[in-house]
């Protein structure tokens, strides 16, 4: 037996950071996410690389993470490799977040994100990270798409 479920591709260290409950905030530039508030999302992991550093810089200014932490932050959220399925996480509301905001609320919410410059973008709380039991590989795909994860994958 499977469940169908919707997915979305997260660049890494991303989809790592999201499954181990470090980001528990994600950021586009349009409401993705909304529809699915109060619903189970697979996160899928994409081949390719987040393009530039301020992660780093986050895990290490806000989080205030060791260097050595990071690097098992990194090699956890690649227990499965790429181009696979590997977990679940709940969603929860979207909002925009406002251009401008006091320093400490625009912090945090960059703390939860994992990155900075999120004024205008479209904020969803992610909660409940799970990884699947083992991987299940998969294309990944645009935006949000579909897949069937069989029932023993599931933690």
Request: aromatic share 8%.
């Amino acid at each position: 037996m499977a469940v169908q479920m919707w997915c979305l591709s997260f660049r890494q260290p991303y989809a790592g950071l999201v499954l181990d409950g470090v980001k528990t905030v994600e950021s586009r530039w349009r409401p993705l996410l909304a529809p699915l508030e109060n619903r189970t999302l697979a996160v899928h992991i994409a081949w390719r690389d987040w393009e530039g550093e301020e992660w780093r810089a986050a895990l290490g200014g806000a989080w205030g993470l060791s260097a050595a932490r990071v690097q098992e932050l990194l090699e956890s959220g690649e227990r499965f490799g790429r181009g696979v399925v590997a977990g679940l996480v709940d969603v929860g509301g979207t909002w925009q977040c406002p251009a401008s905001l006091p320093e400490a609320e625009l912090a945090e919410l960059q703390r939860s994100a994992v990155l900075i410059g999120l004024e205008q973008k479209h904020l969803t709380r992610l909660s409940n990270p799970r990884w699947l039991k083992g991987p299940l590989k998969a294309p990944g795909g645009r935006d949000l798409w579909t897949v069937e994860i069989p029932a023993e994958l599931f933690p």
